[in-house]
């Protein structure tokens, strides 16, 4: 970096330090702190654990999608080998390389959308306070879904967004910085692809004002979507044949209704309104003054609402869906927050009557990472609270050397295999498909021969005859009862377990020291016991 831009970021007039830097970076460097030290001391998030521990079994040579049952395209499994990698050449917990290493991705991708930033409106005139807040969010925002995928791909559309608004002002597009903006952006797409409306509606919204199509960092993300594929095609083809048909054959078996995921997103869609009211009432000031700040915004808030509609369409109500839409419209949210306290050219009526509204969002935001974040750091400060410590515990204390969960929580299974070293009895994370399949059978009148989950279930079960069994008594569904009743084999299996602890409405049974293909002399009774299992 130039010595006269590292000037400027440091000081302010006449070399004093630049207070908004200084302030702005002790909050990240408190907010890295934070997080880095809630999720090394607190369980991994279970999708996070689970995908650990795909990439590390996938690096010791099982194959993808057929040894290990997963849906998501192979990218992230590629991106978490790094760690996974890591961890397991210096036998270090995987949390603790895990949670560094995405802390780095995400502040480089901060770092980048700050440089990309500095100098094209006056409040982007130093870029480590920008850096410092937008890595802030970055870092505070996910809460426990720290890592998740679709917060990487939140932080890496951000340069992409950025050299988006500058092109949009006529500038002349950076060649080389394009062409990797694109790149990071396409494969960030290619993390979660139905994300790709979000693009393809900030490309239309950008054309309608004159933009270009074709352009270096559009086509770049593009070509790299395009050479990911055929990656896939030509090195996980399992994905394409097996993974796919799988989830949509399946996977519709988790849903909600859509009304239901509308109303959990109120907030995200008032944020929205707010800043599109914001823009409306002065769109004309903002055009006068900084068509940057007003293409940004605009930017920001036309992705964000691509973004939902994506997390809509794909009918699961979890809060990790929502992030790339989340971090788009806190940002422009934020961005609002400073124009309105830094310039005084804004009609005062206008300012009086619309602050009323950012402030309510931008509270309602606050509260809402607070209720996220509060367990995640009662989990980290109280372990001994938590259901996964437990069950770490007492597989340690009985030594067991395999272990399956029959429940739809991947938590039961993921983090506790990855602390505990026991071997997973089972080609799935949870039950999951075993839920889908009979959603599926519900559907269509009778069982899927294309997907004979149970079979599968019951195969994995009675060849690794786990030491240790968990039932989750909260499930809807009772999934030993569902097995004894199809199959024979299982029923069997299953005579050879008895109850040893019962805790967080879980009922945890160990296997006898008789193997799982004959049945336990007076132990019939657990076939009806388990049928009547709420």
Avoid at 156 to 184: D, I, K, M, Q
Wanted: hydrophobic fraction near 55%; charged fraction near 15%; aromatic fraction near 12%.
């Amino acid at each position: 970096m130039p010595t006269t831009h590292l000037t400027q970021d440091r000081a302010g007039f006449g070399g004093r330090l630049h207070a908004p830097s200084v302030a702005a970076c002790s909050l990240l460097v408190a907010a890295l702190g934070f997080v880095l030290a809630t999720a090394i001391l607190s369980p991994l998030k279970d999708d996070v654990a689970w995908l650990l521990y795909v990439a590390r079994k996938w690096l010791g040579g099982q194959r993808l999608y057929e040894d290990l049952v997963e849906v998501n395209p192979p990218l992230i499994i590629w991106i978490y080998a790094v760690p996974a990698w890591i961890s397991q050449h210096f036998n270090w917990e995987p949390k603790v390389v895990a949670s560094p290493f995405f802390a780095a991705l995400v502040l480089a991708f901060a770092w980048w959308t700050a440089c990309l930033l500095r100098g094209r409106a006056a409040l982007f005139a130093h870029r480590v306070p920008t850096f410092a807040v937008i890595g802030t969010l970055l870092l505070l925002l996910p809460g426990v879904e720290f890592g998740q995928r679709e917060h990487l791909l939140a932080a890496s559309v951000l340069p992409y967004l950025v050299l988006f608004v500058r092109e949009l002002e006529g500038e002349r597009e950076p060649r080389w910085t394009a062409l990797a903006v694109g790149v990071v952006a396409g494969l960030g797409c290619a993390l979660k692809p139905t994300y790709a409306i979000a693009f393809v509606l900030m490309e239309l919204a950008g054309a309608l004002r004159g933009h270009r199509l074709f352009r270096v960092a559009s086509l770049s993300a593009a070509a790299a979507a395009i050479l990911y594929a055929a990656a896939v095609v030509i090195f996980d083809p399992a994905f394409l044949q097996k993974a796919v048909p799988l989830a949509l054959a399946l996977y519709g078996g988790t849903d909600t209704p859509c009304l239901q995921i509308m109303w959990e997103s109120r907030r995200l869609l008032f944020g929205q309104g707010v800043v599109l009211v914001l823009y409306w009432a002065n769109r004309e000031t903002l055009a006068r003054y900084s068509p940057f700040l007003r293409h940004m915004l605009l930017a920001l808030t036309v992705f964000a609402v691509g973004a939902t509609i994506s997390y809509v369409l794909q009918g699961k109500n979890w809060f990790y869906h929502q992030l790339p839409a989340t971090t788009a419209i806190v940002l422009a949210l934020l961005l609002w927050l400073a124009i309105l306290l830094v310039w005084r050219d804004l009609p005062r009526r206008r300012v009086v009557l619309t602050a009323p509204l950012l402030a309510i969002s931008l509270v309602d935001f606050t509260l809402a990472g607070y209720d996220r974040m509060r367990p995640w750091v009662v989990a980290a400060v109280e372990p001994n609270l938590s259901t996964e410590v437990k069950l770490e515990r007492l597989i340690k204390r009985e030594k067991a050397h395999t272990y399956i969960a029959f429940s739809e929580w991947i938590a039961l299974g993921f983090p506790v295999v990855n602390d505990t070293g026991v071997t997973w009895a089972s080609r799935f994370d949870s039950m999951w498909a075993l839920k889908g399949e009979l959603w599926r059978a519900r559907q269509d009148g009778g069982a899927s021969k294309d997907f004979p989950v149970r079979d599968w279930v019951v195969k994995d079960f009675v060849a690794n005859c786990p030491d240790i069994a968990v039932v989750d008594t909260k499930s809807g569904v009772n999934y030993v009862g569902v097995l004894i009743g199809s199959s024979p084999e299982f029923a069997r299996a299953w005579s050879h377990y008895r109850e040893i602890a019962n805790f967080d409405r879980l009922k945890v049974l160990k296997r006898d020291s008789a193997d799982c293909t004959s049945v336990a002399p007076g132990r019939q009774h657990a076939s009806a016991m388990a049928l009547e299992q709420p």
